[in-house]
């Protein structure tokens, strides 16, 4: 069974940057299209960045120039650079492959106030 651990959350305020990680158990990101999604209180789970096992990038409209999503597969990590952020980016991020999902992992916590 694949384990997804995600960090990297916290508290920022309007404007800042956080990086958010995804490391998974075995050479996993190599083969899978990955995603990250998030979470806001109330919320359907929405998906914000995607990349394919050949590293092809897409985005959420709402992220978009803000947002870089990237990986290391050596490390069997994901990552999600976050830049500009706005407090309705405030939510748990997980990720988790595009399709046929694994058992998701706890999630980080973002919250953007001031």
């Known amino acids: 069974q694949v384990q997804l651990v995600e960090s990297g959350g916290g508290l920022v305020q309007p404007g800042g940057s956080l990086r958010l990680s995804c490391a998974g158990s075995?050479?996993?990101?190599?083969?899978?299209?990955m995603g990250w999604y998030r979470q806001a209180p109330g919320k359907q789970r929405e998906l914000v960045a995607g990349?394919?096992?050949?590293?092809?990038?897409n985005y959420a409209d709402s992220v978009k120039g803000r947002f870089t999503i990237s990986k290391d597969n050596a490390k069997n990590t994901v990552y999600l650079q976050m830049n500009r952020l706005k407090p309705e980016d405030t939510a748990v991020y997980y990720c988790?492959?595009?399709?046929?999902?694994?058992?998701w992992g706890q999630g980080t916590q973002v919250t953007v106030s001031s």
């Open positions: 990349i394919t096992s050949s590293g092809s990038t």
């Open positions: 988790n492959r595009r399709v046929f999902y694994w058992t």
């Open positions: 075995g050479s996993i990101f190599s083969i899978n299209d």
